[in-house]
Each structure stands twice: as C-alpha cells, then as structure tokens.
C-alpha cells in the first residue's frame, strides 16, 4: 500500500510538471497546513479572554504574541492594507504583515474576527495590537477597529481594556504609565508604574461599520509612582 501511494505521487508530479493536471492537486497549499478549526464564541466578551495569547518581555519591555498561539497566522492581503484602521495608535497595516485570529463571531447575520499582531513601532519598537474586524459575505474587510494597542516607548508603558457587550457596543479604556520620573530622572524606575486613565472610546456595531459614539481624554500626571497592585 506504501509503494502504491508513492508511486501515485510520482505519477501527479510528473502530471504536474507536464501542466496536465493543476499544480494545487500536486502540492498541499501552505495554508492547509498546520490549519486549525476557528475558535466561535457568542457576545459578550471582554479584555480579560484574550490575555494569554501576548507575553511582556520585562527587560525590554516589550510585548509579543505568545509563541504557543502565534501559529498559524495568516498574512493581510491588499485589499485589507487598503482599509484605514480606526481607534488609537496605528491608522493602516501592510500588505504581507501576518496576524493570528483569536476568535470570531456574528452579528446580525455578519462575520466580525478579532486578530492579533505585532507591528513596527517607534524607531521599530515592536507593538502589539489586538483588532476588531467586521467582513463582507465575500470575505472582503469592510471596516477595523483597534481594541487595544500594547507597546513600551523609552519610558512610556501603554495598553487598553475592552468589552463588546450583546448590543454590539465596544467600550474601549486606554492607559498609560511612566517608569521615569520627569522630574526626578535620578530616582530611576519602578518596577510596576501606575496605569493612568486617559482615554475613554466607544462605538457601535452598525451593519458591519463601527461608529463612533463617544471619546473622552483625561489628564494625566509624569510623576511615576509604584503601583501597589
């Protein structure tokens, strides 16, 4: 049985090679291989389900899919570089970057995922983003929404919270903590700065576009302190 099956492909290569037969039936797509089943989940749903998937390296301060999820990832085509990011930090991402889906669901007879990356930040500072994506009944993106952007800039730690609730409306909180006192560059860092409030976002889920209801930003202090929690 081995040696039938070995000979079977030698003859489709052959085939193949000789464009009688299409070289799809010859090959594996990459994209068959290591595939797994799309994880479905209902609404609603918060930040707190998805903090497995990234990792912070503390020295560098930097954050990073988690290598255990980080696979298999899928690249954003052109069509969906075309599309302009809304919500904080990054407004595209490029053709070829690759991503991972965390999860999916639907709404109103729609498809909405929600994907993961990582990017190049300030002076290529790797940033990670999480995103809500809503997608036509073709497949194509229609629009995108940035849940949370995590990233560490020189002495700035950021990274926001999310929830989607059942009416389809994303209520996003954004953070922001200094390791370096502005003031007092001496003193040096804090191990675990305290997260300050200074953005508040929301939108609704509209047809498979997200409208923005409402966005509010706060002061906030340079002073860094150590965070108790």
């Known amino acids: 049985m081995r040696c039938y099956g070995q000979w079977l ?7 193949c090679m000789a464009n009688i037969v299409h070289p799809a039936s010859c090959f594996p797509s990459p994209s068959d291989e290591g595939s797994r089943p799309p994880t479905v989940l209902s609404l609603p749903v918060d ?7 990234f990792i912070k390296n503390e020295e560098r301060f930097e954050f990073f899919l988690n ?10 085509t052109g069509q969906e570089s075309s599309v302009r990011l809304q919500g904080e930090m990054s407004s595209f991402v490029k053709s070829g970057w690759s991503y991972y889906e965390l999860v999916r669901f639907h709404k109103d007879g729609r498809l909405y995922t ?47 919270e999310y929830t989607i609730d059942k009416k389809g409306i994303v209520s996003i909180t954004s ?7 502005a003031d007092n560059l001496d003193a040096g860092t804090v191990a675990k700065p305290v997260h300050q ?3 508040f976002s929301r939108y609704r889920i509209d047809n498979g ?12 202090s340079f002073i860094n302190k ?4």
Request: include cysteine; hydrophobic fraction near 35%.
């Open 114 to 160: 929600i994907i993961a990356y990582n990017y190049p930040g300030e002076f290529d500072d790797p940033y990670l983003n999480v995103q809500l994506n809503s997608h036509s009944a073709n497949g194509e993106l229609l629009d995108a929404l940035v849940l949370d952007t995590r990233y560490c800039f020189e002495d700035v730690e950021g990274f926001s």
């Open 47 to 53: 930040s707190t389900r998805f903090t497995k998937y």
């Open 175 to 181: 953070y922001v903590g200094y390791y370096w006192d």
């Open 226 to 229: 150590e965070s108790t929690d």
């Open 197 to 199: 409030l200074f953005r």
């Open 209 to 220: 576009y997200f409208k923005l209801l409402t966005k509010e930003e706060y002061p906030v």
């Open 67 to 76: 290598p255990e999820y980080a696979t298999p990832t899928s690249n954003f």
């Open 9 to 15: 492909q030698m003859i489709l290569i052959v085939l």
